[in-house]
């Protein structure tokens, strides 16, 4: 339904922060719920993070908490996601998706995702 497109993974060092950007060209995501995933090779996808629309609530999945923080770019109609302290188990394609009915994080059905960005994180 909508374009998203995530943009800035890369490798870094162990300890190392990266931010992630999700956007969708021509389109605000200000009143969209957002959700970052994540998949490594082999594995399943697993969720990241997330902002509700509405009250901007935000979540994390419990691996990332205290390191990763999720918050909209005010007159960007933007979504940042902010990496810091990151592990090598951190590596993968994080994939921002949303939800175009604008269901909070915790029931959204997300039927929109972006291409995904490669995240390597190693020494």
């Known amino acids: 339904q909508v374009r998203l497109v995530e943009s800035g993974g890369g490798s870094v060092q162990p300890g190392g922060s990266l931010r992630l950007s999700c956007a969708a060209p021509g389109f605000s995501l200000d009143h969209y719920t957002i959700g970052w995933f994540r998949q490594a090779p082999g594995k399943e996808r697993e969720g990241v993070s997330c902002i509700s629309s509405g009250d901007d609530g935000t979540y994390y999945a419990n691996s990332v908490k205290g390191r990763f923080t999720v918050s909209r770019d005010n007159g960007k109609g933007t979504v940042s996601l902010h990496m810091n302290e990151l592990k090598p188990e951190d590596t993968g394609v994080y994939y921002c998706?949303?939800?175009?009915?604008?269901?909070?994080?915790?029931?959204?059905?997300?039927?929109?995702w972006g291409q995904g960005t490669q995240v390597t994180v190693s020494a």
């Open positions: 998706a949303t939800d175009v009915d604008g269901s909070s994080c915790l029931s959204a059905d997300y039927n929109s």
